[in-house]
């Protein structure tokens, strides 16, 4: 078995000795999250005299200020993504390998203690809990750029920020929170719980998976850095031609949001590979537990849908800088192109986004309510289902755009297929939960909110497929209603319940549960009180992404921004409880608080470095909750012999089948 | 102890008839009551109202939507709030509840009954598409639907009730909507005005970036793509004022890209024209000729804007050294 053998000795043709031990270094000369600092200064620093040297007189074609220089701002934050990655040594192993040097991910020296989080570190638990932190700095930005938009939006005219101004907080919310919602499950859930959950002691590509973490703080870096730029007026769907005219503001949406499209690619390349060659002896496909098929069905979608938005952005780019004409209707381009590309992989983006909180909820409820769960092959069909017809619905974000008319029929029949898979999550939960045992732990009472919350969100989301209902919904705040819905009433309540459920597994502390039950409430009567009234405002006629609105809908819009203030003071019992719970309380967690049968809980909490002592032998699945014959989860100490025999039968039966 | 488990089941298994029979009958009641109340009681305040043919038929549209969503909805909430009030863990019970690892009926139930709703509303949604000419939808610049008995013979002049359909152009700038009509002369106006039970043929076009037209109580609502002319129809069925919005977002100013069109009977509407005619004489001097789509860099805009009383309009697309700017 490939998976943990180093070469014993590297091949050297020129370099030093192969078999000597890297050198050791001051801790401050060894790459971290300083150096990778420096690098991104020096970097942009390069980057954008280059860019200023090469084309002194460039002017941009939007016609934006006329100093602007979008090729020094692009190639600036290409240096500084590229300084970031080699002051965090990314590539140092592979100059070493070059040179024909021993290479240092071996060297556990240099990841002890809290320093490990702020390095660029190849385990994959260090890379979850990196996630973790790293999203949720996106989400709380965002948030806060939320509260922003609600708060001009207590009057009908402009009153706090200037037109400009909101734009920009506007796009930035929305981009940012995208960009986030993308990873917030697949990077610390995934990309933690997936080897635990079956039984590998590794990922397929640790390179590759810290990279795609290391990704995300430059992006994040770059987005906001559009502040300082002019931000950008296009909201986080950056429609051409508005994207071409925009300022310098413009290249950092498009850098960022390219950079996080290639991030995701490497992330769910990773776990895709993970999932289909890691599964331990015994791990069949029947076996899998429902968030692992989430993250498998998800990580499909990342690889496939994110390519076309890298490519839409790098379009934008060189429209911006190179002079192309993809999308400048002026210059003989077409805005249809990119609105077609955009939403090619923004719906299944959208889908992105809704399956692993399906996953999370499906791993969830058999556990709270003492049963298997219910028709475990239609959970995972369903979500199957969901990814494959997700690359099929993009045009009912077009549906009044004045694309070819014949299609309409076609892609509302699609999309309201969509409902169909969708509704076997539900029949399996419905299914889970008839003559339960329901323990309502925190991490329950998400998950039933997410269905809850999600209902409305499909619900509204019929109306919005349908082309009649969705000439008056399109573009109105009926929209927005619907997608926070499913986005923040879907994945962040299962991002909540998942994080209250496997956190006693991931650092070994239990949250405060009072505390979590006062969270749990608050957000989930702030959320409705936000949202649900949105609904109506759109169907009144309030376009999205304004300002000004009628003086009619002040009431409504009122009551929605005080109860986003109020979400916000949730979230703010939230960080309480986390920040008290992990650094301060540190209540212990034991083994296996929940009495679940994952195999992520079969081990100690937090898990050994090596994951498990020996891989485990999986007997059975996990939901076998009730079933009095059921054999135990796993072998996690199975005899001699039997991993290699179950290895050599795998490779016999391949043989003979190839 | 066999025969007690046996009865202990057998009552498990009736107690488990009882609350499927409770929840159906809660559930039909329910459904009824709240279908009776969205459809006959929420139904005719529906957005976006009946103020022309599409409107209408969106509200009905809309309506049937959120009738035949209603029993979804009941039925989810009363089975989520029936398990957490009876399927609760007991006090100190700590034991596992009995397994059920699927029910074919009950999947092979659900399957069909969530298929045949959603096959049923896709050809509902298809017929209210269709029938009421694209329901109100920006059809492109190749539409297939149209409102019945209209072909389009003249361009250059319009007459009510025949079958030539009126047609008004829809033009969005950074940041204003005009609106011109080539069947009067192709004067172009800040006013769009419309007479009652006529169809129109919206030509909806722009100048600059994308826009989106949203007469909102008309129930149209079309973008607007530079270089492109986007087709919608309705018929405005009874006289009154309604707003107009950008629905797409088209820079810092989209949101007050806002203006009061105005339904007028079919006299007054005539005489309206034959006055804006006049009164715009200087303005159509300097328009280039009508046509579906315009090339901005030939179109005087500055001095077009500045005769119209536009002073909103100069986005980034002009040309900031471009004289012409306002």
């Known amino acids: 078995m490939a998976i943990e053998t180093q070469p014993e000795s590297a091949q050297a043709p020129g370099g030093g000795d192969p078999g000597a031990a890297a050198k050791e270094r001051n801790f401050w000369l060894r790459p971290g999250i300083h150096t990778a600092v420096i690098g991104a200064v020096i970097g942009y620093a390069l980057g954008h005299w280059l860019g200023n040297f090469m084309t002194p007189s460039f002017v941009a074609t939007g016609g934006g200020a006329p100093d602007s220089n979008d090729e020094a701002i692009v190639l600036g934050f290409a240096f500084l993504v590229l300084g970031w990655l080699i002051g965090l040594g990314v590539f140092d192993d592979l100059v070493r390998q070059m040179l024909g040097r021993p290479i240092r991910v071996t060297d556990h020296k240099a990841n002890v203690g809290v320093a490990k989080y702020f390095r660029y570190t190849l385990d994959h638990k260090v890379v979850g809990i990196q996630y973790l932190?790293?999203?949720?700095?996106?989400?709380?930005?965002?948030?806060?750029?939320?509260?922003?938009i609600r708060t001009e939006l207590l009057s009908p005219s402009y009153h706090v920020m200037s037109p400009t101004t909101y734009l920009e907080v506007v796009g930035e919310h929305g981009t940012m929170m995208m960009m986030m919602m993308t990873s917030v499950i697949l990077g610390p859930f995934g990309n933690y719980l997936v080897p635990l959950m079956i039984g590998s002691k590794r990922v397929a590509f640790p390179r590759l998976e810290a990279l795609s973490f290391w990704l995300t703080p430059c992006a994040f870096v770059i987005l906001l850095s559009s502040f300082l730029l002019g931000g950008f007026p296009t909201g986080w769907t950056g429609y051409a031609d508005l994207s071409i005219q925009a300022g310098e503001g413009m290249d950092a949406y498009a850098v960022a949001f390219g950079l996080m499209g290639v991030s995701i690619i490497l992330a769910g390349f990773n776990i895709v590979v993970t999932i289909i060659c890691y599964r331990a002896p015994g791990m069949r496909w029947s076996r899998l537990p429902m968030f692992v098929w989430a993250m498998l069905t998800t990580g499909f979608l990342l690889v496939l849908a994110a390519p076309v938005l890298v490519g839409g952005m790098y379009m934008i780019i060189t429209d911006r800088t190179a002079q192309t004409a993809f999308f400048a209707s002026q210059l003989g381009g077409s805005s249809y192109l990119y609105e077609d590309l955009f939403w090619f992989f923004g719906h299944p983006e959208v889908y992105i986004l809704a399956l692993p909180g399906f996953g999370i909820v499906s791993e969830l409820i058999p556990v709270f309510t003492r049963k298997p769960l219910f028709g475990y092959k239609i959970a995972a069909a369903g979500m199957f289902g969901v990814a494959i017809l997700s690359f099929f619905v993009w045009q009912h974000h077009l549906f009044d755009s004045g694309m070819d008319p014949d299609m309409r029929p076609l892609f509302m029949l699609t999309t309201e297929l969509i409902s169909i898979p969708t509704g076997f999550i539900y029949l399996v939960a419905m299914g889970t939960f008839w003559k339960a045992k329901l323990r309502l732990t925190v991490p329950m009472l998400f998950a039933i909110a997410l269905f809850?919350?999600?209902?409305?969100?499909?619900?509204?989301?019929?109306?919005?497929?349908?082309?009649?209902?969705?000439?008056?919904?399109?573009?109105?705040?009926?929209v927005m209603a619907h997608f926070h819905y499913t986005i923040m009433g879907g994945l962040i309540f299962a991002f909540f319940g998942g994080l209250y459920y496997w956190l006693p597994k991931v650092l070994g502390v239990t949250m405060n549960e009072t505390l979590g039950k006062i969270h749990f409430w608050t957000m989930f009567i702030a959320f409705n009180s936000t949202f649900m009234p949105l609904f109506a405002v759109g169907m009144l006629g309030q376009p999205r992404r304004v300002w000004e609105y009628q003086a009619n809908l002040q009431t409504l819009n009122d009551w929605v921004s005080i109860s986003a203030f109020c979400l916000g003071g949730s979230m703010c019992i939230f960080i309480f409880n986390f920040v008290m719970s992990t650094v301060i309380w540190r209540k212990k967690a034991p083994r296996n608080p929940w009495n679940a049968r994952g195999l992520e809980w079969q081990v100690s909490s937090p898990p050994p470095a090596e994951n498990f002592e020996h891989i485990p032998v999986v007997l059975a699945g996990p939901y076998e909750y009730g079933d009095p014959d059921a054999l135990p989860v796993a072998d996690l100490h199975p005899p001699a012999g039997v991993i290699s025999g179950a290895l050599a039968t795998a490779t016999a039966s391949t043989g003979t089948e190839a | 102890?066999?025969?007690?488990?046996?009865?202990?089941?057998?009552?498990?298994?009736?107690?488990?008839?009882?609350?499927?029979?409770?929840?159906?009958?809660?559930?039909?009641?329910?459904?009824?009551?709240?279908?009776?109340?969205?459809?006959?009681?929420?139904?005719?305040?529906?957005?976006?109202?009946?103020?022309?043919?599409?409107?209408?038929?969106?509200?009905?549209?809309?309506?049937?939507?959120?009738?035949?969503?209603?029993?979804?909805?009941?039925?989810?909430?009363?089975?989520?709030?029936w398990a957490l009030a009876f399927w609760r863990q007991q006090p100190g019970d700590e034991t596992d509840a009995a397994p059920i690892h699927g029910n074919t009926r009950v999947q092979v139930t659900w399957i069909i009954g969530t298929a045949a709703i959603v096959l049923s509303l896709a050809v509902y949604g298809t017929i209210e598409l269709i029938s009421p000419a694209g329901a109100g939808a920006g059809e492109g610049p190749q539409p297939i639907w149209k409102p019945a008995g209209t072909v389009t013979t003249s361009v250059t002049s319009w007459a009510p009730n025949t079958k030539n359909i009126l047609q008004v152009q829809v033009i969005g700038q950074q940041w204003a909507w005009t609106f011109r009509y080539p069947q009067f002369g192709g004067f172009e106006t800040t006013q769009l005005v419309l007479p009652v039970g006529q169809p129109v043929q919206f030509n909806v076009t722009s100048l600059d970036v994308t826009h989106g037209f949203w007469a909102y109580t008309l129930g149209v609502k079309a973008d607007a793509n530079p270089g492109v002319n986007n087709v919608a129809y309705t018929t405005p069925e009874h006289a009154g004022q309604f707003q107009v919005r950008c629905a797409e977002l088209c820079g810092i100013w989209h949101g007050s890209m806002y203006d009061t069109g105005d339904v007028l009977s079919v006299a007054s509407f005539l005489t309206w024209t034959q006055t804006a005619k006049t009164q715009l004489a200087d303005v159509t001097k300097l328009l280039p000729p009508y046509a579906l789509t315009y090339d901005p860099t030939t179109i005087p805009a500055g001095k077009i804007n500045v005769a119209l009383g536009l002073t909103s309009a100069g986005g980034g697309y002009y040309n900031p050294a471009d004289p012409e700017q306002p």
């Open chain 2, 1 to 81: 102890m066999a025969a007690d488990a046996t009865t202990t089941q057998n009552a498990g298994h009736r107690q488990g008839n009882r609350d499927g029979l409770w929840l159906l009958i809660l559930w039909m009641v329910l459904s009824v009551i709240g279908c009776l109340l969205v459809a006959l009681v929420l139904g005719p305040h529906l957005p976006p109202g009946a103020q022309s043919s599409s409107a209408a038929s969106q509200q009905t549209d809309i309506t049937v939507l959120a009738t035949i969503a209603t029993p979804v909805v009941v039925g989810v909430l009363l089975y989520f709030g």
């Open chain 1, 133 to 148: 932190v790293g999203m949720l700095i996106y989400f709380f930005t965002g948030g806060l750029l939320a509260i922003a």
């Open chain 1, 452 to 478: 809850i919350n999600f209902l409305f969100g499909g619900i509204s989301g019929v109306l919005l497929s349908d082309v009649p209902a969705d000439t008056t919904a399109h573009g109105s705040f009926f």
